[in-house]
């Protein structure tokens, strides 16, 4: 199993601004997926953060928007741009373990006024 | 693209009776994962099943995957409330490249 920290665990962002949610893991792992829980509902795969080159996003997030660094094999951080309060979420870090289950971090709370 | 639906969005039920949540696919999936997320707190993995008519137990948890790979069922005899959480099921779809999370289904347990 995975141990990955996630920083900060909760925020509380004016509309407008723009915060980082970082990622560290105790391990090295080829890829780490960033995903976004919107109050009560499942969880949707943003992009995955590919170490060496550029993220990968899903369709309905763009680059611009949800900025990724990966500068080594056990970190990783999200950028939320330009916040608005649709943007408020649980933003959470995974990474892929030996029979292809995900183990998550314990996820960024952020709510944007 | 590949969709994974899951009922009941929501269960209530009295401690010591049984639940069960269904999770459908509208493809074929390779193999099927379960979450457990507790109120709170982050998914947390259950487990995995990849073949056919697979069925598997974890102490009151009983867990299918249907003959045709479509659709899946998680099982909980007897709940508890530590059982309080939303049970998500994750399919792989055949070109196995991407995991897509069913909604959910909320467990709440009366004492």
């Known amino acids: 199993s995975a141990v990955i920290s996630q920083k900060p665990s909760r925020d509380i962002c004016q509309r407008g601004t723009s915060l980082t949610i970082q990622c560290q893991v105790d391990?090295?792992?080829?890829?780490m997926f960033w995903y976004r829980q919107q109050p009560g509902q499942s969880l949707t795969l943003i992009a995955t953060?590919?170490?060496?080159?550029?993220?990968?996003?899903e369709s309905g997030f763009v680059i611009d928007k949800f900025p990724i660094s990966r500068p080594n094999l056990t970190f990783s951080t999200l950028t939320v741009s330009n916040m608005s309060p649709e943007d408020s979420s649980i933003y959470l870090c995974?990474?892929?373990?030996?029979?292809?289950?995900?183990?998550f971090g314990e996820g960024s709370r952020l709510t944007v006024l | 693209g590949q969709q994974v639906m899951q009922i009941p969005q929501y269960q209530h039920v009295q401690e010591g009776e049984d639940f069960t949540t269904y999770c459908n696919s509208s493809?074929?999936?390779?193999?099927i994962q379960w979450y457990k997320q507790r109120p709170g707190g982050h998914p947390v993995f259950l487990i995995q099943?990849?073949?056919?008519?697979e069925v598997k137990k974890q102490k009151r948890l009983t867990f299918q995957f249907g003959e045709a790979k479509k659709n899946s069922s998680l099982h909980i005899t007897a709940t508890q409330t530590t059982d309080v959480g939303t049970y998500f099921c994750?399919?792989?779809?055949?070109?196995?490249?991407?995991?897509?999370f069913g909604g959910g289904t909320r467990l709440m347990v009366k004492p």
């Open positions: 099943l990849v073949k056919s008519g």
């Open positions: 391990s090295q792992v080829t890829m």
């Open positions: 994750a399919g792989f779809g055949n070109a196995g490249n991407m995991l897509t």
């Open positions: 995974s990474v892929v373990a030996g029979l292809g289950e995900l183990f």
């Open positions: 493809t074929t999936l390779s193999n």
């Open positions: 953060a590919n170490q060496g080159s550029e993220a990968t996003y």
